[in-house]
């Protein structure tokens, strides 16, 4: 569990895994050919470390030049899947501490904008069926998707955003 949560956390193992969700799957050179800012070494640890904790799968193989080059795909990660409801929390410990230590620099850089840099939380409670929650949790994929397959612009930032379901209300005992 310590080593999945680490690879998830990790900025480099999660904008991998993030490029892979978007393109369903993918090989280390389309990989590459997506995201030149990391060195080729790292994608190779990084994608092995993600293969040993269970956060990809190999789907395929193609043969280049008497080569074998693997294809990826995600592994379906959900907070359910760890083995115990303490591993749960820990999983979302973690994560909501990472995204604190975001706001923390950020905060204490001296470039802070928020309006600039459109910065904003959001609470909505809702109470939709479990069919309802799946359609629209699969059409703010669909939307982010988009916007995450674009290509660059000259104004662009990274922007982290982040969705988060959770209990709510008194219906949770």
Known sequence: MEKLLKVLTDPVSNSILQLIRVRKKMTITEILTENRK???ATVYRKVDKMLEVGALKIVGSNKIRG??????AIKDIYIGNPESPEDSLKLITVSIMQILDQYNRYFQSDNVDIENDKLFILNYA??????DFS???ND????????QRKKSASDEKIRSLYLLSAPGGENND
Do not use: A, F, G
């Open 38 to 40: 990391i060195p080729r």
């Open 67 to 72: 080569q074998t080059e693997n294809i990826y």
């Open 126 to 131: 809702i109470s939709p069926s479990d069919k």
């Open 135 to 137: 359609e629209m949790m």
């Open 140 to 147: 703010i994929l669909k939307i982010v998707d988009k916007y």
